[in-house]
């Protein structure tokens, strides 16, 4: 079976061209945007979230790793985002967060949309 991971991404309305761009280079990427997202909401904050449930989120995977470099790129502030006038920093428009199967496992990665964070709490 794998193993497998939760996945959260979110983007501001300035980075939808630059994520359609890159999931353009690889069809199985536009297809898990696109097709195989368990959640796609595109109205939110005028942006995008997704969300994908118990997937394989592994380097290797021309798909993942098309999304990935992507996300990477964003919050290394690669892309040039212009608002009102001024240069403003592409992490600030992201949010990506992994949440592994292993209690440890999580990667969060952005500066964007303070609403999205990962709650640890007890059940029982």
Known sequence: MGYRSDVVL???KELTPFL???TSRCKEAEELVFKHHDH???DYYEGWLLRWTSIK????YEDIDAIQKFVDEACADEYKIEEDGKERLSSEYIKFVRVGEDTSDVEMQGEGFW???VSRHIEF
């Open 40 to 42: 796609f909401d595109r």
């Open 57 to 60: 989120w592994y380097e290797g």
């Open 10 to 12: 979110a983007i501001g």
């Open 115 to 117: 609403d999205i964070y």
């Open 20 to 22: 359609l761009l890159a």
